[in-house]
């Protein structure tokens, strides 16, 4: 875990690997709650018996967006910024789904800070990398460039 306390001190990291998350894994529960959170109930996620007689993968995958939406969670694992007023995200450059995650896999996040700088109103906007791995592949599940911005 690494914690900044100062946009100086997030600046002067640009260009490093800021770390790697835990290992956490994906259940048919947490789809199925992803799924009803979002309307998205296509069967090669939440029909376990189609997706497993169906499926070109054997059994139901993980949204794109469910494997995007878990870069938050995983990032508080990778690092902190005390002494912040507020944190926002702001957007994502590009994203990419790159290999399906299976449900029972297991994801961790790894993260780069790509760049750092002041925008208007004094925030600093964060740019980072993020490479979501699942474990046993060699290919990751996806890569986000996302934007944060953080007022100090």
């Not at 770390?19 to 996620?45: E, K, L, P, Y």
Request: negative net charge; glycine residues 8%; without cysteine.
């Amino acid at each position: 875990m690494r914690t900044f306390t100062s946009a100086q001190q997030i600046t002067a990291a640009v260009g490093e690997d800021l770390g790697t998350s835990d290992w956490m894994q994906i259940t048919q529960d947490r789809v199925n709650t992803f799924a009803d959170a979002t309307g998205d109930q296509q069967w090669i996620h939440v029909d376990v018996e189609r997706a497993k007689k169906e499926s070109p993968f054997g059994g139901p995958i993980a949204h794109g967006y469910l494997s995007l939406s878990l870069i938050p969670v995983l990032t508080w694992q990778i690092y902190t910024i005390e002494n912040a007023k507020l944190g926002i995200n702001y957007g994502s450059n590009k994203v990419r789904f790159i290999n399906p995650v299976e449900v029972g896999s297991h994801v961790r996040l790894q993260t780069t800070l790509t760049s750092a700088e002041e925008v208007s109103g004094g925030a600093l906007q964060i740019v980072a990398t993020n490479t979501l791995h699942i474990e046993g592949e060699d290919k990751p599940a996806l890569i986000a460039e996302t934007i944060s911005r953080v007022l100090f």
